[in-house]
């Protein structure tokens, strides 16, 4: 089993920056897959972010490249989603996951195993 905890949203002005992370607990860390979503009112979650094991292959949504980063660091049991550029259209309810499922699309919600509860993020236009 694998705790995700997520914390760093708030409210910040079009343009600002936050920093998300999220702390996991349970089995072997250091070995998953890990991915950001996000979900907005009326809408699918989608895929944002995602680390292999090591950090050394990251991929993103193409709305976030170039202004999210994602980083982990697995001594700590960390993993973070930097967010600069932030647009209005950044809203919503981000989640943190962990452990591709056998035969997973890192891109796809269903992929996952684990999940937190989430943490808002909101940007004003």
């Known amino acids: 089993q694998v705790h995700l905890v997520e914390s760093g949203g708030g409210l910040v002005q079009a343009g600002g920056s936050l920093r998300l992370s999220c702390a996991a607990s349970?089995?072997?860390?250091?070995?998953?897959?890990m991915g950001w979503f996000r979900q907005s009112p009326g809408k699918e979650r989608e895929f944002v972010a995602a680390?292999?094991?090591?950090?050394?292959?990251?991929y993103y949504a193409d709305s976030v490249k170039g202004r999210f980063t994602i980083s982990r660091d697995n001594a700590k049991n960390m993993v973070y989603l930097q967010m600069n550029s932030l647009k209005p259209e950044d809203t919503a309810v981000y989640y943190c996951?962990?452990?591709?499922?056998?035969?997973?699309?890192?891109?796809?919600?269903?992929?996952?195993?684990?999940w937190g509860q989430g943490t808002q993020v909101t940007v004003s236009s």
């Open positions: 996951a962990s452990d591709l499922v056998v035969g997973g699309d890192l891109y796809s919600v269903g992929s996952y195993a684990y």
């Open positions: 349970g089995r072997t860390f250091s070995r998953s897959v």
């Open positions: 680390s292999n094991w090591n950090g050394g292959s990251t």
